[in-house]
Protein backbone atom coordinates (compact mmCIF):
# COMPACT_ATOMS: atom_id res chain seq x y z
CA UNK A 1 0.00 0.00 0.00
CA UNK A 2 1.46 3.21 -1.21
CA UNK A 3 0.81 7.10 0.49
CA UNK A 4 -1.56 8.93 -1.25
CA UNK A 5 -0.34 12.17 -1.42
CA UNK A 6 -3.05 14.95 -1.70
CA UNK A 7 -2.42 18.39 -3.27
CA UNK A 8 -3.17 20.89 -0.57
CA UNK A 9 -6.21 23.51 -1.63
CA UNK A 10 -4.03 26.94 -2.87
CA UNK A 11 -7.67 29.16 -3.51
CA UNK A 12 -6.35 31.65 -0.96
CA UNK A 13 -2.79 31.93 -2.11
CA UNK A 14 -3.87 32.04 -5.75
CA UNK A 15 -6.52 34.96 -5.59
CA UNK A 16 -4.27 37.26 -2.94
CA UNK A 17 -1.17 36.59 -5.35
CA UNK A 18 -3.74 37.38 -8.65
CA UNK A 19 -4.64 40.38 -6.21
CA UNK A 20 -1.36 41.62 -5.54
CA UNK A 21 0.37 40.91 -9.04
CA UNK A 22 -2.83 43.16 -10.35
CA UNK A 23 -1.59 46.05 -7.60
CA UNK A 24 2.15 45.61 -8.51
CA UNK A 25 2.44 45.26 -12.18
CA UNK A 26 6.07 45.41 -12.03
CA UNK A 27 6.93 42.90 -9.43
CA UNK A 28 7.81 39.25 -10.39
CA UNK A 29 7.12 36.07 -8.02
CA UNK A 30 9.85 36.57 -6.05
CA UNK A 31 8.38 39.85 -4.57
CA UNK A 32 5.58 38.67 -4.62
CA UNK A 33 6.39 35.88 -2.31
CA UNK A 34 7.98 38.75 0.57
CA UNK A 35 4.75 40.78 0.27
CA UNK A 36 2.56 37.36 0.68
CA UNK A 37 4.97 36.63 3.51
CA UNK A 38 4.70 40.20 4.89
CA UNK A 39 0.54 39.22 4.79
CA UNK A 40 1.37 35.69 6.96
CA UNK A 41 0.91 33.61 3.71
CA UNK A 42 4.78 32.09 4.05
CA UNK A 43 5.30 29.72 0.81
CA UNK A 44 8.28 27.66 -0.43
CA UNK A 45 9.63 29.72 -3.62
CA UNK A 46 9.15 26.25 -6.32
CA UNK A 47 5.84 26.36 -5.15
CA UNK A 48 4.85 30.42 -5.78
CA UNK A 49 6.76 30.18 -9.35
CA UNK A 50 4.50 26.95 -10.16
CA UNK A 51 1.67 29.17 -8.89
CA UNK A 52 2.97 31.94 -10.93
CA UNK A 53 2.89 30.35 -13.80
CA UNK A 54 -0.47 28.53 -13.70
CA UNK A 55 -2.12 31.68 -12.97
CA UNK A 56 -0.43 33.32 -16.34
CA UNK A 57 1.30 35.78 -14.55
CA UNK A 58 3.99 37.75 -16.26
CA UNK A 59 5.97 40.73 -15.86
CA UNK A 60 6.05 42.76 -19.36
CA UNK A 61 9.40 43.31 -20.59
CA UNK A 62 10.76 46.71 -20.93
CA UNK A 63 11.99 47.29 -24.50
CA UNK A 64 15.61 48.26 -24.37
CA UNK A 65 17.06 51.51 -25.30
CA UNK A 66 18.43 52.08 -29.18
CA UNK A 67 22.34 51.69 -29.74
CA UNK A 68 24.08 54.92 -30.27
CA UNK A 69 24.66 55.07 -33.94
CA UNK A 70 27.89 56.30 -35.96
CA UNK A 71 31.39 56.36 -33.91
CA UNK A 72 33.07 58.49 -31.11
CA UNK A 73 35.69 60.95 -32.47
CA UNK A 74 37.85 63.41 -30.11
CA UNK A 75 36.97 66.71 -30.17
CA UNK A 76 39.05 69.09 -32.67
CA UNK A 77 40.82 72.12 -31.34
CA UNK A 78 39.89 75.68 -32.07
CA UNK A 79 40.91 76.91 -35.10
CA UNK A 80 41.83 80.30 -33.87
CA UNK A 81 42.28 82.29 -30.32
CA UNK A 82 39.73 83.21 -28.05
CA UNK A 83 37.87 79.94 -29.21
CA UNK A 84 36.53 76.78 -27.40
CA UNK A 85 33.96 74.00 -28.25
CA UNK A 86 31.33 73.63 -26.06
CA UNK A 87 28.21 70.93 -25.85
CA UNK A 88 25.00 72.14 -25.30
CA UNK A 89 22.19 69.63 -24.79
CA UNK A 90 18.97 70.73 -26.42
CA UNK A 91 16.74 67.27 -26.23
CA UNK A 92 17.58 64.18 -25.16
CA UNK A 93 18.71 62.35 -28.28
CA UNK A 94 20.04 65.76 -29.80
CA UNK A 95 23.32 67.65 -29.06
CA UNK A 96 24.40 71.12 -30.70
CA UNK A 97 28.22 71.53 -31.19
CA UNK A 98 28.89 75.24 -31.17
CA UNK A 99 32.13 77.32 -31.66
CA UNK A 100 31.98 80.25 -29.22
CA UNK A 101 34.07 82.68 -30.15
CA UNK A 102 35.52 85.23 -26.56
CA UNK A 103 36.13 88.13 -27.70
CA UNK A 104 36.69 92.02 -29.17
CA UNK A 105 38.90 94.33 -28.78
CA UNK A 106 37.38 95.25 -24.84
CA UNK A 107 38.49 91.89 -23.24
CA UNK A 108 40.83 92.82 -20.34
CA UNK A 109 40.68 96.54 -20.55
CA UNK A 110 38.94 98.91 -18.94
CA UNK A 111 37.01 101.54 -20.28
CA UNK A 112 38.61 105.10 -19.49
Known sequence: M???HRRSDDG???SRLREIAAERRRFG???LGIMLAREGLVTNHKKLLRLYREENLRVRRRRGRKRAMGTRAPM???QGPNQ???LDFVRARQALLTAVTHGGSDLGR???
Do not use: C, E, G
Open 2 to 4: RYA
Open 84 to 86: RWS
Open 12 to 14: DLR
Open 110 to 112: RAA
Open 76 to 78: TLP
Open 29 to 31: YPR
